[in-house]
């Protein structure tokens, strides 16, 4: 069977796209204050850097973040890969790898799913259903997998 691919909504990814190249602006001009003055304000380079860095992440976040199913495994990609190990680029579980299953903030209405893996090796997957589009594959996918209850810091996080 084909691969089935999910990605952002649209809408997320527009919104990502235009905030990216606000903060990319705002990287240029709000350090050295043209509008204003031609003097540095607000310390110039730390805070320029940091507004392009945001800009960066916010725009490859938009393009690059997919989540790939296929009959028995499910692949995340994703930016956070550029920050160090504990967040790899490209997550990949098998179904026989999973352990379960948790949904925040309930089992009925979730916003957040989490794969847990049996190993304490492999990285955990989280996927925001609120920003990407799925479709009944990805849904009966899910089902098939044993639920599990959340952790007490996963309830705070969700």
Known sequence: MSDHVYRLWW?????????SLLLGYGAYVVPYG????????????LVNFLL?????????????YRVTLTDDTITVI????????????RIRLSRLQIAGIVRLPSAE???IITL????????T???????VRTDEFFHQWCAMLPGLKPQPQQLKSG
């Open 116 to 123: 847990v893996p049996k190993s304490a090796a492999s990285d």
């Open 34 to 45: 043209y509008w204003l003055t031609t003097r540095p304000v607000f310390g110039g380079a």
């Open 11 to 19: 809408r997320w990814r527009a919104a990502l796209t235009v905030g």
């Open 125 to 131: 997957v989280s996927v925001y259903l609120r920003f």
């Open 78 to 89: 994703s930016v956070l890969g550029l920050v160090g190990r504990r967040y790899p680029t």
């Open 109 to 111: 209405n979730p916003r």
């Open 52 to 64: 392009a860095l945001g800009s960066l992440y916010a725009f490859l976040y938009a393009w690059v």
